[in-house]
Protein backbone atom coordinates (compact mmCIF):
# COMPACT_ATOMS: atom_id res chain seq x y z
CA UNK A 1 0.00 0.00 0.00
CA UNK A 2 1.55 3.19 -0.88
CA UNK A 3 2.32 5.70 1.60
CA UNK A 4 0.00 8.55 2.83
CA UNK A 5 0.73 11.92 4.71
CA UNK A 6 -1.10 14.54 5.71
CA UNK A 7 -1.36 17.78 3.95
CA UNK A 8 0.77 20.00 6.57
CA UNK A 9 3.39 17.66 6.77
CA UNK A 10 4.06 18.00 3.07
CA UNK A 11 7.12 18.47 2.00
CA UNK A 12 8.96 16.26 5.16
CA UNK A 13 6.55 13.15 3.40
CA UNK A 14 6.89 13.88 0.16
CA UNK A 15 10.76 13.69 0.57
CA UNK A 16 10.19 10.06 2.24
CA UNK A 17 8.02 9.40 -0.78
CA UNK A 18 10.53 10.21 -3.16
CA UNK A 19 14.44 9.55 -4.55
CA UNK A 20 16.50 10.47 -6.91
CA UNK A 21 16.94 8.89 -10.37
CA UNK A 22 20.24 9.04 -12.29
CA UNK A 23 19.96 12.54 -13.23
CA UNK A 24 19.43 13.67 -10.14
CA UNK A 25 15.65 14.60 -10.37
CA UNK A 26 13.41 13.51 -7.17
CA UNK A 27 10.44 11.04 -8.42
CA UNK A 28 7.87 9.15 -6.78
CA UNK A 29 8.16 5.94 -4.74
CA UNK A 30 5.26 3.78 -5.51
CA UNK A 31 2.78 6.86 -5.74
CA UNK A 32 0.01 6.08 -7.00
CA UNK A 33 -1.86 8.82 -9.26
CA UNK A 34 -5.86 8.50 -10.32
CA UNK A 35 -7.81 10.57 -12.78
CA UNK A 36 -11.28 10.67 -11.18
CA UNK A 37 -14.44 11.91 -13.29
CA UNK A 38 -17.47 12.47 -11.78
CA UNK A 39 -20.70 11.00 -13.60
CA UNK A 40 -23.79 10.84 -12.53
CA UNK A 41 -26.82 10.33 -14.35
CA UNK A 42 -29.21 12.52 -12.67
CA UNK A 43 -27.69 15.84 -14.09
CA UNK A 44 -31.17 18.80 -14.25
CA UNK A 45 -29.45 20.61 -16.74
CA UNK A 46 -29.06 18.37 -19.87
CA UNK A 47 -30.61 14.92 -19.11
CA UNK A 48 -27.71 12.09 -19.23
CA UNK A 49 -25.13 15.29 -20.52
CA UNK A 50 -22.67 13.38 -19.67
CA UNK A 51 -23.21 10.68 -22.92
CA UNK A 52 -24.73 12.77 -24.64
CA UNK A 53 -23.30 13.24 -28.15
CA UNK A 54 -21.04 16.37 -28.44
CA UNK A 55 -19.90 16.67 -32.40
CA UNK A 56 -20.04 13.36 -32.50
CA UNK A 57 -18.96 11.57 -29.41
CA UNK A 58 -20.16 11.10 -26.10
CA UNK A 59 -19.41 13.68 -24.12
CA UNK A 60 -17.19 12.33 -21.20
CA UNK A 61 -14.58 10.56 -24.54
CA UNK A 62 -13.34 13.80 -25.00
CA UNK A 63 -11.69 14.27 -21.53
CA UNK A 64 -11.27 10.38 -21.13
CA UNK A 65 -9.06 10.27 -24.51
CA UNK A 66 -7.20 13.05 -23.53
CA UNK A 67 -6.87 11.85 -19.74
CA UNK A 68 -5.72 8.46 -21.23
CA UNK A 69 -3.52 9.38 -24.27
CA UNK A 70 -2.05 11.75 -21.42
CA UNK A 71 0.25 8.80 -20.08
CA UNK A 72 0.68 10.27 -16.95
CA UNK A 73 -1.95 7.91 -14.48
CA UNK A 74 -2.03 4.88 -13.22
CA UNK A 75 -5.67 4.53 -13.53
CA UNK A 76 -8.25 6.46 -15.23
CA UNK A 77 -11.69 5.64 -13.27
CA UNK A 78 -15.14 7.17 -13.76
CA UNK A 79 -17.65 7.38 -10.58
CA UNK A 80 -21.21 7.07 -11.58
CA UNK A 81 -24.61 5.44 -11.00
CA UNK A 82 -26.15 5.33 -14.30
CA UNK A 83 -25.87 2.00 -16.29
CA UNK A 84 -25.29 3.51 -19.70
CA UNK A 85 -22.38 5.98 -18.37
CA UNK A 86 -20.74 3.06 -16.90
CA UNK A 87 -20.75 0.92 -20.40
CA UNK A 88 -19.63 4.30 -22.35
CA UNK A 89 -16.75 5.06 -20.02
CA UNK A 90 -15.75 1.32 -20.10
CA UNK A 91 -15.92 1.42 -23.71
CA UNK A 92 -13.84 4.35 -24.21
CA UNK A 93 -11.05 2.69 -21.56
CA UNK A 94 -11.89 3.39 -18.28
CA UNK A 95 -12.38 1.67 -15.39
CA UNK A 96 -15.96 2.14 -13.33
CA UNK A 97 -16.50 3.60 -9.28
CA UNK A 98 -20.55 2.60 -8.52
CA UNK A 99 -20.85 5.08 -6.26
CA UNK A 100 -23.95 5.35 -3.61
CA UNK A 101 -27.30 6.83 -4.01
CA UNK A 102 -26.07 9.49 -1.00
CA UNK A 103 -23.04 10.65 -3.29
CA UNK A 104 -24.97 11.08 -6.45
CA UNK A 105 -28.06 12.66 -4.95
CA UNK A 106 -28.90 16.07 -6.28
CA UNK A 107 -27.07 18.00 -3.54
CA UNK A 108 -24.58 16.04 -3.16
CA UNK A 109 -21.00 18.11 -3.49
CA UNK A 110 -18.35 17.04 -6.08
CA UNK A 111 -15.76 16.33 -3.13
CA UNK A 112 -18.34 14.05 -1.33
CA UNK A 113 -17.95 11.84 -4.46
CA UNK A 114 -14.46 12.37 -4.83
CA UNK A 115 -13.88 11.26 -0.58
CA UNK A 116 -16.69 8.24 -1.29
CA UNK A 117 -13.83 7.01 -3.99
CA UNK A 118 -11.02 7.81 -1.95
CA UNK A 119 -12.24 5.51 1.11
CA UNK A 120 -12.53 2.64 -1.19
CA UNK A 121 -9.71 2.91 -3.02
CA UNK A 122 -6.46 3.54 -0.40
CA UNK A 123 -3.81 2.06 -2.66
CA UNK A 124 -4.23 6.04 -4.87
CA UNK A 125 -1.98 9.18 -3.35
CA UNK A 126 -2.73 11.81 -5.96
CA UNK A 127 -5.71 12.62 -7.22
CA UNK A 128 -6.51 14.02 -10.65
CA UNK A 129 -10.55 15.14 -10.77
CA UNK A 130 -11.40 16.16 -14.25
CA UNK A 131 -14.72 17.82 -14.91
CA UNK A 132 -16.57 15.64 -17.90
CA UNK A 133 -17.48 18.92 -18.99
CA UNK A 134 -14.22 20.39 -20.50
CA UNK A 135 -14.28 18.81 -24.06
CA UNK A 136 -11.44 20.77 -25.15
CA UNK A 137 -8.44 19.31 -22.58
CA UNK A 138 -5.81 17.99 -24.27
CA UNK A 139 -3.27 15.89 -22.90
CA UNK A 140 -0.83 18.55 -22.32
CA UNK A 141 -3.26 20.45 -20.11
CA UNK A 142 -3.34 17.16 -18.20
CA UNK A 143 1.05 16.56 -17.98
CA UNK A 144 1.99 19.66 -16.27
CA UNK A 145 -0.48 19.40 -13.25
CA UNK A 146 0.63 16.23 -12.62
CA UNK A 147 4.46 17.33 -12.91
CA UNK A 148 4.01 19.73 -10.45
CA UNK A 149 2.17 17.30 -8.14
CA UNK A 150 4.74 14.24 -8.30
CA UNK A 151 7.96 15.82 -8.50
CA UNK A 152 7.42 19.86 -7.85
CA UNK A 153 5.88 19.42 -3.84
CA UNK A 154 2.85 20.82 -4.75
CA UNK A 155 -0.52 19.75 -2.64
CA UNK A 156 -3.43 21.21 -5.41
CA UNK A 157 -3.22 22.51 -8.50
CA UNK A 158 -6.08 23.65 -10.66
CA UNK A 159 -7.25 25.01 -14.00
CA UNK A 160 -7.34 28.88 -14.59
CA UNK A 161 -7.97 31.12 -17.64
CA UNK A 162 -6.98 34.75 -17.93
CA UNK A 163 -9.79 37.24 -18.27
CA UNK A 164 -9.53 40.91 -19.56
CA UNK A 165 -13.16 42.19 -18.01
CA UNK A 166 -13.52 44.95 -15.97
CA UNK A 167 -15.61 44.22 -12.68
CA UNK A 168 -17.97 46.66 -10.69
CA UNK A 169 -19.83 46.23 -7.63
CA UNK A 170 -23.23 45.01 -7.61
CA UNK A 171 -26.01 46.94 -6.29
CA UNK A 172 -29.57 47.66 -5.60
CA UNK A 173 -31.16 49.74 -8.31
CA UNK A 174 -30.80 53.13 -7.81
CA UNK A 175 -27.50 53.08 -5.59
CA UNK A 176 -24.14 53.90 -7.11
CA UNK A 177 -22.24 50.93 -8.16
CA UNK A 178 -17.90 51.65 -7.81
CA UNK A 179 -15.03 49.67 -9.91
CA UNK A 180 -13.74 46.75 -8.20
CA UNK A 181 -10.37 46.57 -10.57
CA UNK A 182 -9.77 49.20 -12.83
CA UNK A 183 -9.41 53.30 -12.50
CA UNK A 184 -12.14 54.25 -14.75
CA UNK A 185 -9.87 57.39 -15.39
CA UNK A 186 -7.04 55.50 -16.57
CA UNK A 187 -8.85 52.46 -18.16
CA UNK A 188 -5.64 49.98 -19.67
CA UNK A 189 -5.70 48.95 -23.33
CA UNK A 190 -5.97 45.19 -23.26
CA UNK A 191 -2.10 45.07 -23.83
CA UNK A 192 -1.23 46.94 -21.41
CA UNK A 193 -3.20 44.66 -18.98
CA UNK A 194 -2.32 41.18 -17.76
CA UNK A 195 -5.81 40.95 -17.17
CA UNK A 196 -6.77 38.40 -14.05
CA UNK A 197 -6.93 34.45 -13.50
CA UNK A 198 -10.19 32.88 -13.15
CA UNK A 199 -10.56 29.15 -12.67
CA UNK A 200 -12.55 27.74 -15.37
CA UNK A 201 -13.55 24.34 -13.65
CA UNK A 202 -11.29 22.00 -15.85
CA UNK A 203 -9.75 20.52 -13.34
CA UNK A 204 -9.05 20.13 -9.74
CA UNK A 205 -5.39 17.94 -8.87
CA UNK A 206 -4.30 16.86 -5.16
CA UNK A 207 -3.27 14.95 -2.33
CA UNK A 208 -5.17 12.12 -1.31
CA UNK A 209 -4.83 13.60 2.33
CA UNK A 210 -5.85 17.23 1.47
CA UNK A 211 -8.86 15.90 -0.43
CA UNK A 212 -9.67 13.71 2.76
CA UNK A 213 -9.56 16.63 4.75
CA UNK A 214 -12.15 18.37 2.81
CA UNK A 215 -10.36 20.59 0.30
CA UNK A 216 -9.81 20.78 -3.11
CA UNK A 217 -7.19 23.40 -2.85
CA UNK A 218 -4.64 23.72 0.08
CA UNK A 219 -1.32 23.07 1.41
CA UNK A 220 0.99 24.68 -1.43
CA UNK A 221 -1.08 25.16 -4.53
CA UNK A 222 -0.58 25.69 -7.75
CA UNK A 223 -2.45 26.94 -10.93
CA UNK A 224 -2.32 26.18 -14.34
CA UNK A 225 -3.44 28.37 -17.08
CA UNK A 226 -5.54 27.05 -19.79
CA UNK A 227 -5.90 29.75 -23.04
CA UNK A 228 -9.33 30.51 -23.78
CA UNK A 229 -10.20 28.46 -26.70
CA UNK A 230 -9.84 25.44 -24.60
CA UNK A 231 -11.60 27.10 -21.83
CA UNK A 232 -15.10 25.42 -22.44
CA UNK A 233 -17.68 24.84 -20.09
CA UNK A 234 -21.18 23.17 -20.05
CA UNK A 235 -24.09 23.65 -18.10
CA UNK A 236 -26.88 24.48 -20.61
CA UNK A 237 -27.99 24.39 -23.50
CA UNK A 238 -26.64 27.22 -25.13
CA UNK A 239 -23.96 25.85 -23.83
CA UNK A 240 -24.10 22.87 -25.97
CA UNK A 241 -23.87 24.57 -29.12
CA UNK A 242 -21.13 26.73 -28.36
CA UNK A 243 -18.70 23.86 -27.12
CA UNK A 244 -20.00 21.86 -30.27
CA UNK A 245 -18.50 24.74 -32.42
CA UNK A 246 -15.33 25.22 -30.31
CA UNK A 247 -14.28 21.58 -29.92
CA UNK A 248 -14.50 21.03 -33.77
CA UNK A 249 -11.84 23.92 -34.13
CA UNK A 250 -10.28 23.33 -30.65
CA UNK A 251 -10.39 19.80 -29.62
CA UNK A 252 -8.27 16.68 -28.97
CA UNK A 253 -9.44 13.97 -31.64
CA UNK A 254 -6.56 11.62 -30.46
CA UNK A 255 -3.50 10.43 -31.51
CA UNK A 256 -3.22 11.26 -35.46
CA UNK A 257 -1.27 9.06 -37.31
CA UNK A 258 0.81 10.73 -40.19
CA UNK A 259 -0.86 8.91 -42.60
CA UNK A 260 -4.64 9.32 -42.16
CA UNK A 261 -7.54 7.30 -43.04
CA UNK A 262 -7.02 5.76 -46.29
CA UNK A 263 -10.16 3.14 -46.08
CA UNK A 264 -13.86 4.27 -45.19
CA UNK A 265 -16.65 1.33 -45.89
CA UNK A 266 -20.29 1.83 -45.39
CA UNK A 267 -22.63 -0.42 -44.42
CA UNK A 268 -25.66 -0.18 -46.78
CA UNK A 269 -28.73 -0.83 -44.56
CA UNK A 270 -29.25 1.54 -42.30
CA UNK A 271 -26.64 4.15 -43.47
CA UNK A 272 -27.23 4.75 -46.77
CA UNK A 273 -31.26 3.84 -46.19
CA UNK A 274 -33.51 4.70 -43.86
CA UNK A 275 -34.23 1.21 -43.09
CA UNK A 276 -37.60 0.89 -44.78
CA UNK A 277 -38.54 -1.51 -47.86
CA UNK A 278 -41.07 0.54 -50.02
CA UNK A 279 -43.40 -1.79 -52.52
CA UNK A 280 -45.36 -0.51 -55.39
CA UNK A 281 -48.24 -1.46 -56.76
CA UNK A 282 -47.53 -4.16 -58.84
CA UNK A 283 -45.29 -5.91 -55.92
CA UNK A 284 -41.78 -4.28 -57.23
CA UNK A 285 -39.77 -2.81 -54.29
CA UNK A 286 -37.78 -0.01 -54.17
CA UNK A 287 -35.05 2.26 -51.92
CA UNK A 288 -34.22 6.02 -51.52
CA UNK A 289 -30.92 7.01 -50.81
CA UNK A 290 -29.75 10.58 -50.32
CA UNK A 291 -27.96 12.66 -52.72
CA UNK A 292 -26.19 14.71 -50.03
CA UNK A 293 -24.43 11.15 -49.49
CA UNK A 294 -23.41 10.75 -53.07
CA UNK A 295 -21.69 14.69 -52.30
CA UNK A 296 -19.50 13.38 -49.38
CA UNK A 297 -18.43 10.05 -50.81
CA UNK A 298 -17.21 11.63 -53.55
CA UNK A 299 -15.51 14.25 -51.42
CA UNK A 300 -13.27 11.52 -49.89
CA UNK A 301 -12.45 10.12 -53.09
CA UNK A 302 -10.67 13.55 -53.96
CA UNK A 303 -9.14 13.07 -51.21
CA UNK A 304 -7.31 9.76 -52.20
CA UNK A 305 -9.53 7.65 -50.05
CA UNK A 306 -11.15 4.40 -51.08
CA UNK A 307 -14.51 4.05 -50.31
CA UNK A 308 -16.55 0.89 -50.47
CA UNK A 309 -19.76 -0.47 -49.72
CA UNK A 310 -21.34 -3.32 -47.70
CA UNK A 311 -24.34 -5.19 -47.55
CA UNK A 312 -25.82 -8.13 -46.02
CA UNK A 313 -28.42 -8.47 -48.53
CA UNK A 314 -28.26 -9.59 -52.22
CA UNK A 315 -30.11 -6.16 -53.51
CA UNK A 316 -29.34 -5.04 -56.89
CA UNK A 317 -30.73 -1.78 -55.77
CA UNK A 318 -27.58 -1.05 -53.75
CA UNK A 319 -25.17 -2.52 -56.46
CA UNK A 320 -27.19 0.07 -59.16
CA UNK A 321 -26.68 3.27 -56.43
CA UNK A 322 -22.74 1.42 -56.21
CA UNK A 323 -22.20 1.88 -59.89
CA UNK A 324 -23.86 5.39 -60.04
CA UNK A 325 -20.84 6.37 -58.07
CA UNK A 326 -18.39 4.18 -59.57
CA UNK A 327 -16.98 2.29 -55.91
CA UNK A 328 -17.18 -1.29 -54.99
CA UNK A 329 -20.37 -3.07 -53.29
CA UNK A 330 -20.04 -6.54 -51.70
CA UNK A 331 -23.50 -7.75 -51.76
CA UNK A 332 -24.95 -10.65 -49.31
CA UNK A 333 -22.15 -10.36 -47.02
CA UNK A 334 -22.85 -12.13 -43.82
CA UNK A 335 -19.25 -12.00 -42.40
CA UNK A 336 -18.73 -8.26 -42.61
CA UNK A 337 -15.17 -8.13 -40.67
CA UNK A 338 -13.82 -10.84 -43.12
CA UNK A 339 -14.56 -8.87 -46.11
CA UNK A 340 -12.94 -5.15 -44.02
CA UNK A 341 -9.61 -7.49 -43.48
CA UNK A 342 -9.43 -8.74 -47.33
CA UNK A 343 -9.51 -4.80 -48.19
CA UNK A 344 -7.31 -4.20 -45.11
CA UNK A 345 -4.60 -6.40 -45.89
CA UNK A 346 -5.15 -6.05 -50.09
CA UNK A 347 -4.63 -1.87 -49.59
CA UNK A 348 -1.68 -2.87 -46.97
CA UNK A 349 -3.58 -0.56 -44.29
CA UNK A 350 -3.63 -0.91 -40.60
CA UNK A 351 -6.50 -0.48 -38.57
CA UNK A 352 -6.24 3.20 -37.84
CA UNK A 353 -6.34 4.03 -41.31
CA UNK A 354 -9.81 2.49 -41.74
CA UNK A 355 -12.51 4.10 -40.65
CA UNK A 356 -16.44 2.33 -41.26
CA UNK A 357 -19.74 3.24 -40.22
CA UNK A 358 -22.82 0.55 -39.46
CA UNK A 359 -26.09 0.55 -38.05
CA UNK A 360 -27.07 -2.85 -36.66
CA UNK A 361 -25.82 -6.00 -34.34
CA UNK A 362 -23.75 -7.48 -38.10
CA UNK A 363 -21.48 -4.51 -38.28
CA UNK A 364 -20.76 -4.00 -34.51
CA UNK A 365 -17.60 -5.56 -34.13
CA UNK A 366 -16.41 -3.68 -37.15
CA UNK A 367 -17.49 -0.44 -35.74
CA UNK A 368 -15.73 -0.91 -32.67
CA UNK A 369 -12.09 -2.24 -34.12
CA UNK A 370 -11.53 0.27 -37.18
CA UNK A 371 -9.94 3.56 -36.71
CA UNK A 372 -13.20 5.52 -36.88
CA UNK A 373 -15.72 3.72 -36.32
CA UNK A 374 -19.28 5.67 -36.71
CA UNK A 375 -23.17 5.04 -37.16
CA UNK A 376 -26.27 6.95 -37.67
CA UNK A 377 -28.22 9.04 -34.17
CA UNK A 378 -31.42 6.19 -35.19
CA UNK A 379 -28.74 2.78 -35.21
CA UNK A 380 -29.33 -0.07 -32.66
CA UNK A 381 -28.21 1.28 -29.00
CA UNK A 382 -24.78 -1.11 -28.63
CA UNK A 383 -23.86 0.24 -32.27
CA UNK A 384 -24.35 3.96 -30.90
CA UNK A 385 -22.59 3.19 -27.19
CA UNK A 386 -19.66 1.98 -29.43
CA UNK A 387 -19.03 4.49 -32.10
CA UNK A 388 -16.32 6.67 -32.02
CA UNK A 389 -18.56 9.12 -33.96
CA UNK A 390 -22.57 9.38 -33.50
CA UNK A 391 -24.31 11.33 -36.61
CA UNK A 392 -27.32 14.00 -35.59
CA UNK A 393 -28.75 12.60 -38.73
CA UNK A 394 -30.95 9.53 -39.50
CA UNK A 395 -29.76 6.61 -41.38
CA UNK A 396 -30.66 7.48 -44.80
CA UNK A 397 -30.92 11.03 -43.88
CA UNK A 398 -27.10 12.32 -44.08
CA UNK A 399 -25.86 10.68 -41.74
CA UNK A 400 -22.94 8.99 -44.33
CA UNK A 401 -22.27 12.81 -45.60
CA UNK A 402 -22.19 14.01 -41.34
CA UNK A 403 -19.61 10.74 -41.47
CA UNK A 404 -17.88 11.71 -44.13
CA UNK A 405 -17.43 15.20 -43.12
CA UNK A 406 -15.97 14.06 -39.71
CA UNK A 407 -13.79 11.86 -41.63
CA UNK A 408 -12.21 14.64 -43.60
CA UNK A 409 -11.99 16.74 -40.61
CA UNK A 410 -9.73 14.31 -38.79
CA UNK A 411 -7.61 14.04 -41.64
CA UNK A 412 -7.52 18.13 -41.60
CA UNK A 413 -5.96 17.55 -38.36
CA UNK A 414 -3.47 14.88 -38.88
CA UNK A 415 -2.09 17.13 -41.52
CA UNK A 416 -1.90 20.01 -39.82
CA UNK A 417 -0.49 18.67 -36.76
CA UNK A 418 2.08 16.49 -38.54
CA UNK A 419 3.30 19.71 -40.69
CA UNK A 420 4.61 21.45 -37.18
Avoid at 14 to 22: K, Q, R
Avoid at 57 to 78: E, H, K, M, T
Avoid at 216 to 237: C, H, L, N, R, W
Amino acid sequence: MAKKFKAEENHKQIDMMMEVDAGGEKVPKNAHFACLILARGGSKGIKLKNIKPLAGQPLISWVLRAAIDSGVFDSVWVSTDHDDIARVSKEWGAQVFRRSAHSARDTATSLEGVQEFLHAHPEIDFVGQIQCTAPCLHPWHIQGPVRMLRYEEFDSVFAVVRSHSFRWQEVPKGEITKPLNLDPGKRPRRQDWDGELFENGSFYFATRQLLLDGYFQGGKVGYFEMAPEYSVDIDTDIDWIIAEQRVIKFGYFGKIKPQGVKLVVFSVEGVLTDNQVYYTADGKDFQSYNHTDIIGIKELIKKDVHVKLISSEDNQLHQRFADRIGIEIVLNCQEKFVQMEKWREDLGLDMNQVAFMGSDMPDLECVKLYGIGGSPKDAQHDVVTCSGFVSKLDGGRGAARDFCNHVLMVMQKAKSVNSL
